[in-house]
């Protein structure tokens, strides 16, 4: 079946500019991820919801950040005001409830 | 806090060698341990997992063993190939399905022919 799909995989933005990243996970997954993967570095937890509740964003680095998941399927995680430290990889993942994530190919965002 | 960490690379092996990559963790409680791998050009896949000591996780040829006692996760292979080549990273889930992953910063294979 059709795994985790993430749009678009390329972002460039100019610094101030806001951001929409989109995910969308396996059907029927209950649980979703965003981190955060900045270059040579491993994936930074950032958020997690359960169906449609947002029930961890201790990882979002700042206010800048918002996520929603409205329907509990899709989601997508919001950057106001980009920065340049904000580029990097925006990864998302899906799970049926288990300990076990499934991977996007991410979004590289670039921050001019 | 969780963590993880892992050998720093690249490391560089010739086709045919035995790879160890180490992982050590810091978690409370008993945290769900994995290796990930990402190959170029592809997102992460998940390689081999355990829930508790002692378990063992295998896939393609590929072992690690969660020690308790030494709060290790090793990952090994006994005889690697040039498709082998990839960034390698070990992770840990503090509560099951109801947590992000905590991942180390990676290790990056390159198995030379």
């Known amino acids: 079946g059709a795994g985790v799909s993430q749009s678009p995989r390329y972002k460039v933005a100019k610094r101030g500019q806001d951001v929409a990243l989109r995910c969308d996970p396996i059907?029927?997954?209950?649980?979703l991820f965003w981190y955060q993967q900045a270059l040579g570095q491993g994936p930074e937890f950032l958020t997690y919801?359960?169906?449609?509740?947002?029930?961890?964003k201790s990882g979002l680095p700042s206010d800048r950040f918002f996520a929603e998941r409205p329907e509990g399927s899709v989601s997508t995680l919001k950057i106001q005001r980009t920065q340049q430290e904000d580029s990097a990889v925006y990864l998302c993942?899906?799970?049926?409830?288990?300990?076990?994530?499934?991977f996007g190919p991410g979004t590289r965002l670039t921050v001019l | 806090g969780d963590s993880v960490t892992q050998m720093e690379g690249p490391v560089t092996l010739s086709e045919e060698a035995f790879l160890t990559i180490n992982c050590t963790y810091t978690?409370?409680?008993?945290?769900?341990l994995f290796w990930y791998v990402q190959y170029p050009g592809e997102g992460l896949q998940l390689l081999l997992k355990?829930?508790?000591?002692?378990d063992k996780g295998s896939n393609k040829g590929f072992e690690a063993t969660y020690r308790k006692e030494t709060t290790s996760f090793h990952l090994e292979k006994g005889s690697v190939q040039v498709s082998d080549s990839a960034v390698y990273f070990c992770?840990?889930?503090?509560?099951?399905?109801?947590?992000?992953?905590?991942f180390g910063k990676g290790t990056h294979l390159i198995i030379q022919p």
């Open positions: 993942a899906s799970s049926p409830g288990t300990d076990t994530q499934y």
């Open positions: 059907s029927g997954h209950v649980s």
């Open positions: 919801f359960q169906n449609e509740a947002q029930l961890d």
């Open positions: 978690a409370t409680g008993y945290p769900s």
């Open positions: 355990a829930t508790k000591a002692d």
């Open positions: 992770a840990l889930s503090g509560r099951g399905g109801a947590d992000g992953l905590t």
